[in-house]
């Protein structure tokens, strides 16, 4: 297991357009976690899983974006009828069990809205 | 809902010196962590700590629980530290983490 992975690393998409991101975890964590860091801001927290059930919601999260981890393991996030304001970093981040548990990150998706 | 403070916000030192960067936070926590991120996003886990002292290498994360506040310090720096540096913690009536806005250190040569 190479750790946290993302995909795609990358998207360019236009106004309008849905999104969706996949992060495949570390295997044995149940915990999985999505963040968004916009330019210059240190990341701001979305939502978490803790196996397959969503557990927490930040306000941040607004109707247009929807998170699911079906079987327990890999998530994705999608972003419906994209905004400018939704460009920024997202990232996913996995711990083992407790919420105090180190955090393992992966490299980030980074969406641009045109 | 937990307020995390860092400073500074830029720091630009020479290879070698003894570097602090601060972090402060407004309500309880389970627990404090120091991040790394180099540019293009990637984010390195280098400390979760609840109480006391830890140390790995060059870099001694300590955390005052009493007043709310921890500090990240590099010995002898390098080039290679320069990175975003950030703080965040856990608790404080949130299970996922509360950051930072991040300590941009630049270490010349």
């Known amino acids: 297991d190479t750790g946290v992975s993302q995909d795609p690393r990358h998207k360019i998409t236009k106004r309008g357009q849905n999104v969706t991101f996949r992060c495949d975890p570390i295997?044995?964590?149940?915990?999985l976690y999505w963040y968004r860091q916009t330019l210059g801001q240190g990341p701001e927290f979305l939502t978490y899983?803790?196996?397959?059930?969503?557990?927490?919601k930040s306000r941040l999260l607004s109707d247009r974006f929807s998170a699911e981890r079906p079987k327990g393991s890999f998530s994705t996030l999608e972003i419906q009828r994209t905004e400018q304001g939704d460009s920024a970093m997202y990232l996913c981040?996995?711990?083992?069990?407790?919420?105090?548990?180190?955090?393992?990150f992966g490299e980030g998706s980074r969406l641009t809205v045109l | 809902k937990n307020e995390v403070e860092q400073s500074p916000q830029n720091l630009t030192a020479q290879e070698g010196e003894f570097i602090t960067i601060n972090c402060s936070y407004s309500?309880?926590?389970?627990?404090l962590h120091w991040l790394q991120q180099h540019p293009g996003g990637g984010i390195v886990s280098l400390f979760m700590l609840s109480s006391g002292k830890k140390k790995h290498g060059r870099l001694i994360a300590t955390i005052n629980i009493q007043e709310k506040h921890s500090s990240l310090h590099i010995t002898a720096s390098h080039p290679r530290d320069s990175a975003v540096y950030i703080c965040a913690v856990t608790g404080g009536g949130a299970d996922g983490l509360t950051f930072g806005k991040g300590t941009h250190l630049i270490i010349q040569p």
């Open positions: 899983f803790q196996n397959e059930a969503q557990l927490e």
């Open positions: 981040a996995s711990s083992f069990r407790q919420s105090t548990g180190e955090l393992f």
């Open positions: 295997s044995e964590h149940n915990r």
């Open positions: 309500v309880g926590i389970s627990a």
